[in-house]
C-alpha cells in the first residue's frame, strides 16, 4: 500500500524592502523684498543705501541674500536592512534690493548708472541663491543616492556626516564668492563720482 503524507501549504509573507525613494525634488520658496531709497544724485543714493541697508554684524548691505535650509528623513528596518524613507528638503530664499525710482529731473548719468548698479546687485545676490539652490539639490541627492544601510544608526550616521559637509561646502562658497568678488564691487556693485 502506498503511502503518501499530504503536505500543508503555509502561505509566507515576507514585507519586501523599501524601494529607493522617487527622484524627488526640494521644495524651494524665493521671495525678494525691497527698501526704499530717495535722490537725484549718485552721493544721494550711496548715502540711502548705507543708512538702510541690510544689517549684519560687520555693517549694512546694500543687497543680501539669506537662506533657511530645512532637510529631514526617516529611517525604516526591513528584512536585515534599513531603509532611507520620507526625505525632504525645503529651502527658503530671501533677498534683499534697493528700490529706487527717479525722480523728475535726475540727471541721465545717475540713472544709467543705477541701472549699472541694480542689474550688478541682482546678478551677485543671484550668485548667492544659486549657490543655496545647489545645496537644497547636494542634500536631495545625498538622500536619494544613500538609501539603505547595514543599520538605521549606520544610515543615519553616515546621511547626517555627508550632509554636514554639503552645508560647510556651500558656507564656504557663499565666503568665497564675497572674498573674491569683494561683495561684487568687481562684478560692478559700486557707484563712483
Not at 524665493?30 to 548715502?47: F, K, M, N, Q, T
Not at 541690510?54 to 541674500?65: D, F, K, N
Not at 526591513?78 to 533677498?95: K, Y
Not at 554636514?164 to 564656504?172: L, P
Request: aromatic share 6%.
Amino acid at each position: 500500500m502506498l503511502h503518501t503524507e499530504s503536505q500543508e501549504i503555509v502561505p509566507v509573507f515576507a514585507i519586501p524592502p523599501p524601494q529607493p525613494p522617487a527622484a524627488l525634488a526640494p521644495v524651494i520658496r524665493e521671495d525678494v523684498r525691497y527698501y526704499v531709497i530717495e535722490g537725484r544724485s549718485e552721493p544721494e543714493l550711496v548715502a540711502q543705501m548705507n543708512a538702510k541697508g541690510y544689517p549684519t554684524e560687520q555693517g549694512r548691505y546694500w543687497g543680501h541674500t539669506s537662506s533657511r535650509l530645512g532637510w529631514s528623513f526617516d529611517t525604516k528596518a526591513v528584512a536585515g536592512r534599513c531603509h532611507l524613507v520620507d526625505p525632504n528638503v525645503s529651502l527658503t530664499i530671501m533677498t534683499v534690493l534697493p528700490q529706487w525710482t527717479p525722480p523728475p529731473g535726475t540727471p541721465v548719468p545717475v540713472v544709467g548708472k543705477w541701472r549699472a548698479l541694480i542689474k550688478a546687485l541682482r546678478h551677485h545676490e543671484g550668485e548667492h541663491a544659486q549657490i543655496a539652490r545647489a545645496q537644497a539639490q547636494a542634500l536631495m541627492a545625498l538622500m536619494l543616492r544613500h538609501h539603505s544601510d547595514k543599520s538605521c544608526a549606520a544610515l543615519d550616521a553616515s546621511v547626517q556626516a555627508e550632509g554636514r559637509a554639503i552645508m560647510h561646502k556651500s558656507d564656504a562658497a557663499d565666503a568665497e564668492l564675497d572674498r573674491r568678488t569683494e561683495h561684487g564691487a568687481t562684478e560692478g556693485v559700486s557707484m563712483q563720482w
